[in-house]
């Protein structure tokens, strides 16, 4: 992606991430996150809930995975504002969508707003900032 391309209101491509018990786990452990209601089925029951569910840091690193894949190698993520909603629950799968909401000139910014909805609703509302350094003249 050349920043010069990039056009306010542009749609990035829907990702589907299929919810799996595997992900989950994974992404808690990578992230640290060792709350039982991450890997555990009957602790996360007992709160009340149907299975184990995505931890907000395994939300993040999606999010920007996949505004870092349009984006290409090139950009650098300055900001990311995150808010979760509904669960993300093993079996589900999350839809994520994008558009540019901003594209600033001078600084060489683009901000990306992303959605990732499941069955439930929206898990995932938010917005990343990325910075596209001066291509080189060579």
């Known amino acids: 992606m050349q920043f010069e391309d990039i056009k306010q209101g542009a749609a990035l491509p829907e990702l589907a991430f299929p919810i799996t018990a595997s992900a989950i786990v994974a992404g808690a452990l990578a992230t640290n996150d060792y709350q039982n209601v991450h890997h555990d089925k009957a602790a996360a029951e007992s709160t ?5 569910f995505m931890n907000i840091l395994t939300t993040n690193g999606v999010v920007q995975r996949y505004v870092g894949e349009w984006a290409g ?4 993520v300055r900001k990311i504002a995150i ?3 509904a669960p993300n629950f093993v079996g ?10 901003r594209v600033d000139a001078d600084a060489r910014e683009v901000a990306v707003a992303v959605s990732g909805r499941n069955r439930i609703g929206e898990h995932v509302s938010a917005t990343v900032t990325l910075h596209f350094p001066e291509r080189n003249a060579a």
């Not at 009340?48 to 184990?52: L, R």
């Not at 190698?73 to 650098?76: E, I, P, T, V």
């Open 48 to 52: 009340g809930v149907p299975d184990i």
């Open 73 to 76: 190698h090139g950009a650098r």
């Open 83 to 85: 808010k979760l909603g």
């Open 92 to 101: 589900d799968t999350m839809r994520i969508n994008g558009e540019v909401a």
